[in-house]
């Protein structure tokens, strides 16, 4: 029973960890573009490199966290990810140099991805199968609302202090977090190690040679990807410098995002559930709902129509940013059991791949036209973001051809 109980209380540090890590990886560079451009005069491509680099390590970890998890043991690597994440969020707020900006950010991206992978782990571990659902779902809400967190109250609290400040407060509380967990650790008999969970690339090539897995993957990064790149990346520093909302109210929406996308996955689950868990509908109806959006908000900008609306399409957008619960049990349909963890992780992978790419290609897009200078903050111009929003546009007519050639099995 005691050691039942350690386990809980490691749980309950671990989504503390894990609430960290959606908060920086929401709130940098999404929340405070306009702040970190100014603090480190940097152009667009430099800070939404900070997101990135942040996904591309990330991205690639949670191919390797997997076997981690298997092998060592979930409480293992989530005391190696939040050493990792502790140092780098140290780190951030705490220096000049670009190069170690970029660093930081790196190490935490690593750091984060131990997180969800080994939280599952030990779920799965304490509770019965039919609270395992709940339990999985109250994780993701916690990191659901460190996205929130990241966005409205963050920049409330950049009224009375700096972001420095409060990036090192929480800094401090995920140290002292991890220093906790590693001291709770402790009440736990030793961990065995699993001799036979080894990193081979077998299941990975098994995983990437079913065609289906390639449509599916496609769709599903490409999805994630446009509408994560608006909630971290480009989306408040849109709606200052275009729609012209002030700092709130652009992170207000952002932080609507979040609930809007947590919500779409519970309501898309339930429907398809009674529907004869059809899910093909859904992702082709969503998918041409972004394209629709994409194109207009593309029109608005080419027609310098400046109106409020543009704020609820993107809203409309975080409605794909909740289709999870949607793709897991067509991973768990189209692979066999043996490489579904595998194939899973593939996916994942390549969410927050398709996340750095397009974070990558928006700051380029964004230099391509001359900013304007004003009050110490850099606006970018109308066909800049016209720009961005077309080739987001053309990208989603890819995720719209994968999508369709997709069928319910």
Known sequence: M????????????????????????VAIPGAIFDILQNSFNLSASAVTSLSAVFMYSYAISLLLFGVLVDRYGAIRVIMAGAFLFSVGSLIFPNTQNLYFLYLSRAIMGIGSAAFYISLVQEAKKCFPDKYFGISVSLMLITGYMGGVCANVPFIFVLNFISWQKVLNILAIITSIVTLIFIIERLFLNKIAVNEHAEFSLTPFKEVLSNKVNHKLFIFAGLNYGLYYVIQTVIGAKFLKDYVQLSDTAASTILSLMVLVAGASGFILASVSSKMGDRRIIFMKSICIMSSFIFILISLFLLLHLKIK?????????????????LLVPMIHKINKYEIRGTALSVMNCCFFLSVGVLGSLTGYILELFEPIKTSGHIIYSPQSYFWVFLTFFIISLIEMYNVFKLKDV
Do not use: E, N
């Open 2 to 25: 005691r050691k039942y109980y350690t386990h809980i209380i490691l749980i309950i540090l671990a989504l503390v960890l894990y609430f960290m890590s959606h908060f920086h990886r």
């Open 309 to 325: 609306l543009i704020a609820v399409l993107l809203l409309m957008i975080a409605i794909g940013g909740g289709m999870s619960p």
